[in-house]
């Protein structure tokens, strides 16, 4: 059945119509959470409000139980969903350079639109400089493109690189996410703030 | 006095709610599209077509935009990441009105003057373009929906992203708390 655009079952416009649908729904739910608030997004790197790691390892898993269940039941062939490639040293190198801009920004690019959307002037300006930063990678390509194209890997699982069965490694992913909630929440007790 | 810290408490979403509601949107992506959620995907949009734009000629030869035409057929506009981000717009939009949160501000910690947040956001948002491109996605789009498909380089791009902040924290603590 699912994918449902790419078995032909909806037409490519009713895809982008849907897609707004699941934006809208995408948007909602990172305001709701908190993530138009940069105050509240950074707090995880201080331990006073630990927001981003709770809602971002919750729906990680939740999205990949609901994929492994639904392929399980013949809901969706997996073979047919995109699985993100690995290039390790750009994966690597991007990563830290994001985690710096996290840091200093206090937003990400889809947290970043949420803030926008109910007035957070900080929040306007991370979205000029995210245009400027993907405009200097555009304008520069060459320079770093074969720092971008090295290492490809293809489209391995994690759970085939560590030899362990998706179920398996679903699994400890869980007990790993359960302990670092024991610890996020000790640490909001350990250095809490006022009203921010 | 408690009640007042209640309700500071209750305005926003329980975070595990709300986790697992983002999930269900990311399996609704995956199972109507294919494919998951992004952010910086249809900023790359917009600035390809910028560039095809502003300079036709130069743009020709670009490798940036030659890679982005040979994933994506079509109109740089018209791709699901677009839609999906205008739908984020709206969205925000939407929680932030029912739950009262329409303002515009600048939000700083008090330590510091909205002039140093304002450079920092800039700096930052460049940064973080910049790293999205090279990771081949954001947090959204490489890390978030990466791990939902058990995507190596997605566990790699999260660990990389988190680490960092983490490791950076202290450095710019002035900025936060």
Not at chain 1, 47 to 69: Q, R, S, W
Not at chain 1, 83 to 106: D, E, H, K, R
Not at chain 2, 80 to 100: D, N
Not at chain 2, 156 to 176: D, E, L, P, Q
Request: charged share 10%; net charge positive.
């Amino acid at each position: 059945m699912g994918p449902l655009v790419v078995n032909e079952i909806i037409t490519e416009n009713t895809n982008l119509f849907l897609a707004f649908i699941i934006g809208i729904g995408f948007g909602f739910v990172l305001e709701s959470s908190g993530f138009s608030s940069s105050r509240k997004l950074a707090g995880v790197f201080y331990g006073y409000d630990t927001v981003v790691l709770k809602v971002f390892f919750t729906a990680a898993i939740t999205g990949m139980l609901g994929l492994l269940f639904f392929s399980l039941f013949g809901w969706i062939d997996l073979s047919l969903v995109y699985v993100n490639p690995t290039f390790l040293p750009s994966a690597i190198l991007g990563g830290v350079i994001m985690g710096l801009g996290f840091i200093m920004g206090g937003y990400c690019p889809g947290t970043s639109f949420c803030g926008a959307s109910i007035g957070k002037i900080d929040a306007l300006v991370f979205i000029g400089g995210l245009f400027l930063g993907v405009l200097i990678f555009g304008l520069g390509y060459d320079i770093w493109e074969g720092i971008y194209m090295a290492g490809s890997m293809g489209d391995p699982k994690v759970s085939e690189s560590l030899g362990l069965s998706d179920g398996v490694f679903g699994l400890l992913l869980i007990v790993v996410a359960l302990a670092m909630f024991r610890v996020a929440e000790w640490a909001e007790t350990k250095w809490p703030r006022e009203e921010y | 006095m408690t009640k007042l810290k209640e309700l500071k408490k209750t305005k926003y979403l329980n975070p595990y709610v709300g986790g697992v509601l983002l999930g269900l949107v990311l399996l609704a992506a995956n199972f109507v599209a294919g494919r998951g959620l992004g952010a910086s995907g249809a900023i790359k949009s917009t600035v390809v077509t910028g560039m095809i734009a502003v300079a036709p000629a130069a743009t020709e030869n670009s490798g940036f935009v030659g890679e982005f035409r040979d994933s994506h057929g079509g109109s740089p506009m018209k791709t699901w990441l677009v839609f999906q981000m205008l739908g984020v717009i709206v969205g925000g939009f939407i929680s932030g009105a029912l739950a009262g949160r329409l303002k515009l501000k600048v939000e700083h910690s008090p330590g510091i003057t909205s002039r140093r947040r304002l450079i920092f956001a800039l700096a930052g948002g460049v940064l973080f373009g910049f790293g999205s491109q090279l990771g081949r996605g954001c947090t959204s789009g490489s890390a978030l929906s990466g791990m939902a498909v058990l995507s190596l380089g997605g566990f790699v791009t999260m660990m990389a992203i988190f680490g960092t902040a983490f490791a950076f924290a202290y450095v710019f603590r002035k900025n936060w708390i």
